[in-house]
């Protein structure tokens, strides 16, 4: 049997937002067959939810384009293929735009797209500004079968701009055993790949253990992946970062829950993932299991939640208790007399004071108030007319950060599930064939947990030390909607038997008392020598409503290595 040659695929966009340069670096330095790029996240589809509202034409990130225009010649040049989510909520609307930039630059390509993930016409999902299922790759592949160079979507996965790809390379079917363990390997890899540059050093927790110049500038992310499904994580030589074990396994951890990752086209089990570092920059991921997909599709739901505003005290010197009293007390009469009062109201007293501080600004502790309404007025005018009139009748010291302003509108992620003979996936291919790709035709599998994993047995008892988990533990943590996951990973058999019999759920609220009274879900994967942490409702109505000091988790598993126990010295 011929084998057929690995696919080098690589990532220039972790969100829309993300290094502009990084599309031109990735095509001059070295090798790539497809190029891929991540657009859309739950608050990116709000943001361009309210770009269609002002001009239906809108809705797709026009960042892209702008790149297209500098690194279009250089992807034919190079016969790199470009495959990048950036239609958002109007991928014909970005082909075409893609299609006009191409003439004018006087580069023939073949451009196609994806999409039937727009379900707000159906009116199933009334009150909603965006409501859009969650796709496989399979329309990829279709867009690439046919010869298409450029092929944008709407709301795919973010991994199924890689395992796409990938089955288009291979031939690979998408229905049967061998087909979902192949497919669950390219779906791990494109988890890897999606978020750009945090699968090659940024935001790691061991950053500290390198060369600081390390992570200056880390290079964009790479995998070559093999027919069996296989990959080796890498980056262009000569960039800067890191990879190796740790900086996969930190990103494998980021958004994900248990060892049942599951995507329309298949469940990968996270559980089977196996790492093995291959050299400088090379990380071999293999080993990894999959499963048929669920039988529902995900479906993305932003609607506007009303009007928010805020306004931060400043608290300087003495007394900051007693002077945090007198102004909330003050606030509330002065919402009480304007009979105004905001339907949600929050405070956040962050003790950065420090005492006998040599600036004024270590003297100072910040006093957060947030508050939320369905009327504009109550958040804008009421709370400004309030805050700004204690100027001279407060505690000693008194101003604030900024003056409030007018407030302003926020959105609310929820997560809905629907059949998928519900949704028209179509590939649109480059001569203009509207192709629907049909649904897996094989069994599917509803999610359910996997059994615990035997543990190691618990290490011998001997001396600790009181200090910081960080010092033998990674973690990274993000949001999924109102949810965040905390991801922590040791590098050591030792150190693993420690991590497993100890931090547990208990231990956990112990140690983030934010979580209390919220559902924490801890989640065993011994291959990553990891545990997962779900927690419950700890952000709210998501990102977008911004109703917590860190809407999107990022600084929780941060703030969880800073947390002090009993660590074995033998660790340390």
């Known amino acids: 049997m011929s084998v057929i040659r690995p696919l080098r695929i690589g990532n220039a966009s972790g969100f829309y937002g993300d290094r502009f340069d990084a599309m031109r670096e990735m095509l001059t330095d070295g090798p790539l067959d497809v190029l891929t790029g991540d657009y859309l996240a739950e608050l990116t589809l709000l943001i361009?939810?309210?770009?269609?509202?002002?001009?239906?034409?809108?809705?797709?990130?026009?960042?892209?384009?702008?790149?297209?225009?500098?690194?279009?010649?250089?992807?034919?040049?190079?016969?790199?293929?470009?495959?990048?989510n950036a239609g958002g909520l109007n991928p014909a609307g970005l082909a075409d735009s893609v299609r006009e930039l191409a003439e004018r630059l006087g580069i023939p390509v073949a451009v196609a797209h994806v999409e039937g993930d727009d379900l707000l016409a159906t009116g199933r999902f009334p009150g909603a500004l965006t409501a859009n299922a969650y796709l496989g790759g399979a329309g990829i592949t279709a867009c690439l079968e046919a010869g298409a160079d450029i092929v944008v979507t709407g709301r795919v996965t973010d991994a199924a701009l890689v395992s796409g790809p990938a089955a288009w390379h291979f031939g690979w079917a998408y229905e049967g055993r061998a087909a979902y363990d192949r497919l669950a390997g390219a779906v791990v890899a494109g988890h890897v790949l999606e978020c750009g540059t945090q699968a090659t050093g940024g935001n790691y927790a061991h950053f500290t253990a390198h060369r600081p110049d390390t992570f200056r500038r880390p290079g964009f992310p790479l995998a070559e992946i093999h027919e069996d499904g296989s990959a080796v994580i890498t980056k262009h030589p000569g960039t800067g970062g890191l990879v190796d074990p740790g900086t996969v396994t930190a990103q494998l951890l980021y958004e994900t829950g248990g060892a049942r990752y599951a995507g329309p086209d298949v469940?990968?089990?996270?559980?089977?993932?196996?790492?093995?570092?291959?050299?400088?920059?090379?990380?071999?991921?293999?080993?990894?299991?999959?499963?048929?997909?669920?039988?529902?599709?995900?479906?993305?739901?932003?609607?506007?939640g009303g009007f928010r505003n805020e306004v931060v005290f400043v608290l300087t010197g003495l007394d900051i208790d007693a002077k945090a009293a007198l102004v909330r007390q003050q606030m509330d009469d002065a919402f009480a007399r304007a009979k105004s009062r905001p339907a949600h109201v929050r405070w956040e007293l962050a003790r950065t004071d420090r005492a006998d501080a040599d600036t004024e600004e270590t003297?100072?502790?910040?006093?957060?108030?947030?508050?939320?309404?369905?009327?504009?007025?109550?958040?804008?005018?009421?709370?400004?007319g309030a805050a700004v009139e204690l100027a001279l009748g407060s505690y000693p010291g008194f101003h604030v950060t900024a003056p409030p302003g007018k407030g302003s509108p926020y959105g609310v992620f929820e997560a809905a599930y629907v059949e998928r003979a519900d949704v028209a996936h179509i590939a649109v291919l480059p001569d203009g064939e509207r192709r629907p790709v049909p649904p897996p035709g094989g069994a599917t599998r509803p999610l359910a947990p996997v059994p615990a994993p035997d543990l190691p047995a618990p290490p011998e008892p001997g001396p600790t030390r009181r200090a910081p988990l960080g010092l033998v533990a990674g973690a990274r943590s993000g949001d999924k909607g109102g949810d965040a996951n905390i991801g922590v990973w040791v590098e050591s058999d030792d150190a693993w038997r420690w991590l497993v019999h100890t931090l547990t759920v208990d231990v956990l609220r112990q140690l983030l008392p934010e979580t209390a009274g919220l559902a924490v879900t801890r989640h065993v994967l011994p291959n990553l020598r990891a545990l997962n942490f779900t927690v419950e409702g700890i952000l709210g109505e998501g990102v977008a409503a911004q109703a917590r000091f860190d809407p999107q988790a990022k600084g929780l598993g941060e703030w969880l290595r800073s947390r002090h126990l009993d660590l074995p010295e033998a660790l340390l």
């Open 48 to 84: 361009l939810g309210r770009d269609r509202l002002k001009d239906p034409g809108r809705g797709y990130a026009r960042t892209f384009l702008r790149q297209l225009e500098e690194c279009l010649g250089l992807a034919v040049e190079h016969g790199t293929k470009i495959v990048a």
């Open 267 to 304: 469940t990968a089990r996270l559980d089977t993932v196996r790492l093995e570092r291959q050299g400088p920059d090379r990380v071999r991921i293999h080993g990894v299991r999959g499963e048929a997909p669920p039988p529902t599709l995900k479906v993305g739901l932003n609607r506007l």
């Open 363 to 384: 003297a100072s502790a910040l006093l957060r108030l947030v508050v939320r309404d369905q009327d504009q007025n109550a958040v804008g005018r009421a709370l400004s």
